[in-house]
C-alpha cells in the first residue's frame, strides 16, 4: 500500500440531479454526487456558493432525479454552469445559465408533492423536503437532509407486484473520482477530471 493526497475522494457514488425553486419561481436544475440514502431521508453533501444551496435555506422542496449511465452527457452539460449571478468567485470556470434544463437537453415534468419539477429522462425521482442544512467542513459546503414524500420509477425498473425497484434493471450513473461509469464500463469523464488522458 501506498500513502497518497487526492485533491478529492469521490470514490464511486451516484450522480443526482437536483431541482430546486429560485426566488423568481423558476427552476435551478443541478447536478452532484454527494448524496447518501439512510432509510427514506437522503443527506446532501452542496456546495455552499452553489444556487442550490441558497434555494434550500428559502425554499426547502427539491427533487432528487436519479439518472441512468445514458444521461451522463446531459449531465456533463449542466457541470460547469451556475444558477447564481454574478457567478460565485469560488467558481471561476462556470458560467451562469438560468435555463438549465434547455442547457442540458432536458424535459421538466410536474411533481405531485412539491414545487419544483422532476426530470423526465431520469428513470428513478424522488420529491422531498429539506428538513436540516449544517454548515460542513471548513463552511464551503453544506450538509443537508431531505426527507423523501414520494418515489416515481420507471415501470421497467419496478419487480412486478411489488413497490420495489429491480437493482438487476437499475443501472445507476456513478461519478467515481471525476469520471462517470455505469455499473460496467468506461462512459467518459468531468471538464474537471485531472486523469482524463491516463
Known amino acids: 500500500m501506498r500513502t497518497i493526497h487526492p485533491k478529492i475522494l469521490y470514490f464511486g457514488t451516484p450522480v443526482v440531479l437536483l ?11 443541478a447536478p ?6 439512510l432509510g427514506h431521508t437522503i443527506v446532501l453533501g452542496l456546495g455552499e456558493q452553489g444556487q442550490t444551496a441558497r434555494n434550500l435555506r428559502e425554499r426547502p422542496e427539491l427533487v432528487i432525479n436519479l439518472p441512468g449511465p445514458g444521461l451522463w452527457e446531459a449531465v456533463e452539460r449542466l457541470a460547469p454552469l451556475t444558477g447564481r449571478d454574478p457567478v460565485p468567485a469560488g467558481k471561476p470556470s462556470h458560467r451562469f445559465e438560468p435555463a438549465k434544463f434547455a442547457a442540458a437537453g432536458l424535459t421538466e415534468l410536474p411533481a405531485l408533492k412539491v414545487r419544483p419539477p422532476r426530470v423526465a429522462e431520469c428513470p428513478l425521482q424522488l420529491e422531498a423536503v429539506a428538513t436540516e442544512s449544517r454548515p460542513g467542513g471548513d463552511g464551503d459546503f453544506v450538509i443537508v437532509e431531505a426527507q423523501v414524500l414520494a418515489v416515481h420509477a420507471d415501470p421497467g425498473l419496478v ?3 411489488t413497490e420495489h425497484v429491480d437493482p438487476a ?19 467518459g469523464h468531468s471538464y474537471r477530471s485531472e486523469t482524463a488522458t491516463r
Do not use: C, K
Open 169 to 187: 434493471r437499475w443501472q445507476p450513473l456513478i461519478y467515481n473520482f471525476r469520471h462517470y461509469f455505469g455499473l460496467g464500463e468506461h462512459l
Open 32 to 37: 452532484m454526487s454527494s448524496a447518501w440514502a
Open 159 to 161: 419487480v412486478p407486484g
Open 19 to 29: 431541482s430546486t425553486e429560485n426566488p423568481d419561481g423558476s427552476t435551478n436544475l
